[in-house]
């Protein structure tokens, strides 16, 4: 179906240290240029494999085993630069956070971090990103207020475009539309297929719904592990594990 | 027994409450008011710009004052990097380990210490061990260490109170550990920082015990010229002229304590005007 994998997951394990295993045995590949979905009740996982695939899970004491090659680099490796990684695969999370700035220096943030300077790029990195995000339009005349002056689903577009403006190659999603009104979710939504053409899509989406309407791949967590995974059409029109079918005819979950 | 309806026990309540705020309210105000009021007439340009003169009978008080900003500021110099720093290393770096819980231990017990013992504390390391003398610098290190746990617990505090989604966001976006601290987290902590480092050098300033044998003169007739010379400074100056000094004017002492109380009430209001500042402009 896909042949073209961006990501290869292989035997993934992931533990916290208060002894819960929050992945068991994960093996997944993750195809370029599409919307990967990660669906499945709460506490199947899904935040967790989002944030091993660009080791924020670093901060926390969690214990990995396995493999995630992007591009074949095993991201686990002792010489990866954690930081690169980080500007390689960037990640939006569930509740809008814009960091205690402009709107504009919210974007511009990880580019200077970088060491990028350069008024022009910069500027450019905004519309771009503000573009891509289909934010500018609402804050091209206001770049200098805070960004906390924005509604929450304003800010999610800004989390998501700040994280455009460093040109990442993969795109991880947590819930980003769980906080949002359904204008402001369609909108982030129409986004994303936009985005799919240039990156590649990791998304945890906020609901059932959601995963139709947007999955290329869908892929059904449960307990941590992979229960089932299969195109969107496929896995929502005829799926094969009895679980999966209980979970999105609503039966559970 | 007696029921009361719960209408008079809410009336008795607050009578109670309240009578207790205007207690504690009342010592201050009258301490205030009556130095303020009996001193005013001993503070002039003069008073607060000359020499002491005929035994400190007459003349003014310009090498306490003098004297007492120069420790401040060394105190400062020492004790807010070293402060603010290990604040940072406990907040963002330390695990929480048997080590950090000594280090934490340590700091709350070093509040606690009368500041007499400071003061021996420093005679003993800093004048005679460490050879310093009496003398500003000694004074000023001795200060620092009676200053530095109260910097660094409001500055700890400050710094877990920003937000640690910050952070995560931060480092989501490629920042180093210290990027985000430098850029994100000491921005949004830095007026409960100010308010602790003021809270502290006001200690500083208003202490004479720990100054005592470190570096207080009784009188110089003049000012210093070196971190390595003694000073006069105004709470320890306030205590000679008050009781070691036969008829000392009555005025003059009260004009010391005028100045010495403006000097700390003048930190404690810019401490309360810097958290205002604060709450306004946090984010979060």
């Known amino acids: 179906m896909f042949d073209n994998p961006k990501i290869r997951i ?9 002894g819960t295993q929050a992945l068991s045995d994960v093996c997944l590949d993750i195809p370029e240029n599409a919307i990967t979905a990660l669906f499945g009740p709460a506490g199947g996982g899904k935040s967790t494999l989002l944030r091993t695939l660009n080791r924020l899970n670093d901060l926390l004491d969690v ?25 390689r695969v960037g990640i939006v999370f569930a509740q809008p956070i814009p960091l205690p700035f402009s709107i504009r220096k919210n974007i511009t943030y990880g580019l200077e971090l970088a060491g990028e300077r350069r008024r022009a790029k910069l ?99 449960l307990q941590g592990e992979l229960v089932e995974w299969g195109s969107g059409e496929d896995l929502f029109s005829a799926p094969r594990e009895k679980q999966t079918e209980e979970y999105i005819t609503g039966r559970f979950g | 027994m007696i029921r009361l309806s719960r209408h008079h026990t809410e009336r008795i309540v607050f009578a109670v409450i309240g009578l207790a705020a205007v207690a504690t309210a009342v010592p201050i105000i009258v301490i205030v008011g009556s130095i303020f009021f009996s001193g005013a007439e001993a503070v002039s340009w003069q008073f607060l ?32 990097p070293l402060g603010v720093s290990s604040a940072i290393y406990l907040s963002e770096y330390a695990n929480d380990s048997y080590w950090t819980r000594m280090i934490r231990l340590a700091i709350v017990n070093l509040a606690g ?12 390391l800093f004048v005679l061990f460490l050879d310093l003398g009496s003398s500003i610098v000694a004074a000023c290190l001795t200060l620092s260490i009676m200053t530095i746990p109260v910097i660094i617990s409001t500055a700890e505090e400050a710094l877990r109170a920003v937000p640690q989604s910050f952070r995560v966001v931060s480092v989501g976006m490629g920042a180093t550990r210290w990027q985000t601290i ?36 009784f009188f110089l007739p003049k000012l210093p010229n070196s971190i390595f010379d003694q000073t006069m400074a105004l709470p320890y100056h306030l205590f000679v002229i008050s009781t070691q000094v036969p008829e000392m004017p009555i005025t003059i002492q009260y004009g010391t304590a005028t100045v010495l109380l403006a000097f700390v009430l003048t930190m404690n209001i810019l401490a309360a005007s810097v958290r205002s500042w604060q709450r306004r402009k946090r984010e979060w």
Do not use: H
Not at chain 1, 10 to 18: A, H, P, W
């Open chain 1, 10 to 18: 292989n035997e993934l394990s992931v533990g916290y240290d208060d």
């Open chain 2, 49 to 80: 710009l000359e020499m002491p003169r005929d035994g400190m009978r007459s003349g003014g008080i310009w090498p306490a004052i003098i004297g007492t900003i120069y420790l401040v500021v060394g105190t400062g110099l020492i004790s807010i």
């Open chain 2, 182 to 217: 430098r850029r994100v987290v000491l921005p949004q902590a830095l007026p409960g920082i100010l308010t602790g480092v003021i809270l502290g050098l006001n200690r500083a300033a208003g202490e004479t015990a720990p100054i005592l044998f470190t570096g207080a003169a």
């Open chain 1, 123 to 221: 500027d450019d990195a905004v519309e771009g990103s503000l573009r891509s995000s289909a934010l500018w339009d609402e804050v091209k005349d206001r770049l200098d207020d805070s960004a906390n002056a924005l509604s929450g689903g304003q800010q999610q577009r800004l989390c998501i475009a700040r994280v455009l403006a460093l040109a990442p190659e993969v795109l991880l999603l947590d819930e980003p539309t769980s906080g949002l009104d359904p204008i402001s979710t369609a909108k982030v939504e129409s986004s994303l297929q936009i985005l799919k053409q240039d990156y590649t899509v990791v998304i945890a989406p906020s609901s059932i719904q959601q995963t139709a309407r947007i999955a290329d791949l869908a892929v059904f967590m």
């Open chain 1, 63 to 87: 214990s990995i085993s396995g493999e995630v090659i992007i591009d074949d680099m095993n991201i686990f490796d002792r010489n990866v630069d954690v930081i690169s990684l980080r500007r």
């Open chain 2, 113 to 124: 210490i009368p500041s007499v013992v400071y003061g021996l504390f420093g005679l003993g």
